[in-house]
């Protein structure tokens, strides 16, 4: 039997490499007659830098810049050749990202975008001119204020703002200018990376719908939406075009505007990463696809890796099954995208501080042992 395991990161647990390796082994040890082919995949969030500059043969480079909450902290960014000349890539993750704060420190009022700015300016200064930005995991919900703020945007407001502006001051601003920018970083080209194509205001927006995950309480979710709006029409009209309506926009907190807003493009992360890793290709001839992610909810249907996986698998006609560390029990879609079967780790998320870490070794050892139950050696 030829598998390929394609796992996207188990946030806050293991990357997408530890996750990859950690399933060959047990089927391995399981199943010694398998041929398994391993191949982590990403999808604009955590673990796409690693991922594609190793895959590109570029240089993960170490650097210093603020993060969320304006503190100098170490951090990466990439720099490849391809798929352009002087392409960089950098993971918001790394230098405004959830990652980079504890679970009380969480609060987007606070958070700013300012370091991923001051990432795009060193990497200029490198050299690169196509900049990638993958925008999942995110801290923020500044629509992207404090990164044009670091890129030197010339910004009017009712009160003087501080450096490293965040959700707290999205009502204050009364103009923006782009021009600066456009000046000063001449011949760059951005696109944005995005593991879901999120809108930037409404139920399912950058506040209402992500604000709790990152620190939120429902006073800072309204207070953040209304500024979130206004931020919206001084950037539109800066812009020379409206960005409210447009697909992914609010992601990573509204950074995906302030992109757009630059002339940026926004891709789905998932498709460059698969582009790159030639991923279709590696699937051919293999008998079974196992995927997997964190939390298999309704997010992952917009663009997240492992349903991303589990489509082209039924494009090409092999199973798919996905091992995850727990499912949504509502979500009805699964044999819809090609996911057979779900192998869950626990009934509900697990947390970094959760006491049940210690058991997912053992957990997932049962989860591939039931799993090759279900896949004898000849399908």
């Not at 696109?191 to 604000?211: I, K």
């Not at 807003?261 to 582009?275: E, N, P, Q, T």
């Not at 099954?321 to 090609?338: M, R, S, T």
Request: net charge neutral; aromatic share 6%; proline share 4%.
């Amino acid at each position: 039997m030829k598998i390929l395991v394609a796992p996207d990161k188990f946030k806050g647990i293991s990357t997408a490499q530890g996750v990859a390796d950690t399933l060959n082994k047990l089927i391995q040890k399981q199943r010694s007659s398998a041929f398994v082919r391993v191949c982590p995949v990403a999808d604009g969030g955590d673990g796409t830098l690693h991922t594609v500059i190793h895959i590109l043969k570029g240089k993960i480079t170490d650097t210093t810049a603020h993060d969320p909450l304006m503190r100098l902290q170490p951090t990466t960014y990439g720099l490849a050749d391809l798929p352009e000349k002087n392409s960089a890539i950098i993971e918001m993750a790394q230098v405004s990202g959830l990652s980079k704060l504890t679970q009380s420190e969480r609060n987007p009022m606070l958070t700013t975008s300012y370091g991923t700015g001051e990432l795009v300016l060193e990497t200029y200064k490198k050299g690169a001119r196509n900049i990638r930005i993958a925008l999942g995991g995110s801290a923020t919900i500044d629509g992207g204020l404090g990164f044009l703020q670091a890129l030197g945007a010339k910004i009017s407001a009712k009160s003087v703002l501080p450096k490293g502006a965040g959700g707290q001051h999205l009502s204050l601003i009364e103009k923006i200018d782009l021009e600066p920018i456009f000046k000063n970083l001449k011949d760059i080209h951005f696109t944005g990376l995005v593991d879901v194509r999120v809108q930037l205001l409404g139920e399912f927006g950058s506040a209402r719908f992500f604000g709790p995950q990152k620190g939120a309480t429902p006073e800072m979710v309204e207070e953040l939406e209304k500024g979130m709006a206004h931020f919206e029409k001084i950037l539109s009209e800066a812009s020379g075009a409206s960005l409210k309506s447009q697909r992914g926009a609010g992601a990573a907190g509204g950074m995906g505007m302030a992109l757009l807003a630059l002339g940026g493009k926004l891709d789905l992360g998932f498709d460059f990463v698969a582009y790159t890793l030639k991923l279709e290709n590696q699937m051919r001839g293999c008998d079974l696809v196992i995927t997997g992610e964190g939390m298999l909810d309704a997010s992952s249907l917009e663009g997240k890796a492992p349903v991303a996986v589990s489509l082209m698998a039924k494009k090409l006609g092999i199973p798919c099954v996905a091992i995850v560390g727990a499912l949504d029990p509502n979500i009805i879609w699964l044999n819809e995208v090609g996911i057979s079967h779900v192998y869950s780790l626990f009934d509900k998320p697990i947390l970094i501080d959760d006491e049940r870490i210690s058991q997912i070794p053992d957990r997932f050892y049962d989860a591939v042992g039931r799993l090759l139950k279900d896949f004898p050696e000849k399908l």
